[in-house]
């Protein structure tokens, strides 16, 4: 395959300071030994579990947090609507009561 990369001395140099090769053929081996199914999925675990700051919360984890961050928000949404209805309910009686008052005292 060619991917039309510029290959200098430069990136050369880089591959090696940053380890890539080293990282490639302990990659490789790992997938040689295992023979995963789906090589996309090994892939993504096999750098999960070398990356220097690993996830702190499962996937699972993490939509169940979002679920109940949720419902948290609708809840308090609800309650907000509830309690501004209630008011206007108040306000409009206490203006029912001031219109009774003022047709008493005339």
Known sequence: ????????????????RV????LLESFVAEAVRQK???LYAFMQSWANARCRHPPSITPQQAALKIQCALRQYKARKLM???QQAVIAYG??????????????EE
């Open 19 to 22: 380890g890539v090769r080293e």
């Open 36 to 38: 995963p199914h789906n």
């Open 1 to 16: 395959m060619d991917y039309s990369l510029d290959y200098s001395e430069e990136n050369r140099e880089f591959l090696e």
């Open 80 to 82: 907000k609507s509830r």
């Open 91 to 104: 306000q409009k009686e206490q203006e029912k009561e001031r219109y009774v008052r003022v047709q008493i």
